[in-house]
């Protein structure tokens, strides 16, 4: 894998603050019904994104153990169930203000670091955008340390991406992966990864 300049923590976690803020701006702007329409996330609403947002900026032990009690051990079923639950307690101007104070947050949930809260914030704000058809940009920078992130820790299943595509960023010098190019600017790569968009072939 080949990248750039790696961000600081200290960055990274002003960036988690950016795209919170960014994130919050842009959801003040929706109507009720948007706030009700289906998300890029299978079975999930625009406002059940918002909800696992704001409970992954500061997650709780206790919480996450009764979260993960409730769903029989299964962290995937455990992270649906408890944003859909947290959204239908909670108002529209509930899930705006818990939003907002959650912005220069920097707590991180076990085993996960501040990329992994930019990753999260940079896919699933454009899980909010794109449905909506609302711009929401990527900056170069986040995307690669997102991105980085994932091919260190193996989510996404990118490990079997990589060998069957190599991922070249047309914005950037990041690369990485030994198969078929695809090459893109690195926040499509980005959503390519997570599951969300396909690179066109070069």
Request: glycine share 4%; proline share 6%.
């Amino acid at each position: 894998m080949t990248t750039t300049e790696s961000m600081t923590p200290d960055r990274i976690w002003h960036a988690v603050a950016t795209e919170r803020t960014t994130l919050h701006a842009l959801l003040t702007t929706l109507s009720e019904d948007q706030w009700n329409h289906e998300s890029l996330c299978d079975s999930w609403r625009i406002r059940d994104v918002v909800a696992h947002i704001i409970l992954s900026a500061d997650p709780t032990f206790s919480a996450l153990l009764i979260g993960l009690i409730r769903a029989r051990g299964n962290l995937h079923a455990m992270i649906r169930d408890t944003a859909i639950r947290h959204a239908r307690q909670s108002t529209t101007a509930d899930l705006l203000t818990q939003l907002h104070a959650t912005i220069n947050h920097r707590t991180t949930p076990p085993g996960t670091t501040p990329a992994d809260r930019l990753m999260d914030l940079l896919v699933h704000g454009q899980d909010i955008a794109i449905p909506l058809g609302l711009p929401r940009e990527i900056p170069t920078p986040a995307a690669q340390v997102a991105l980085d992130r994932i091919c260190h820790a193996g989510t996404f299943g990118i490990r079997k991406t990589l060998t069957t595509h190599r991922l070249i960023a047309t914005d950037t010098t990041w690369t990485a992966g030994t198969g078929h190019p695809l090459e893109a600017p690195i926040a499509t790569l980005l959503l390519f990864a997570t599951g969300r968009e396909q690179p066109h072939k070069q």
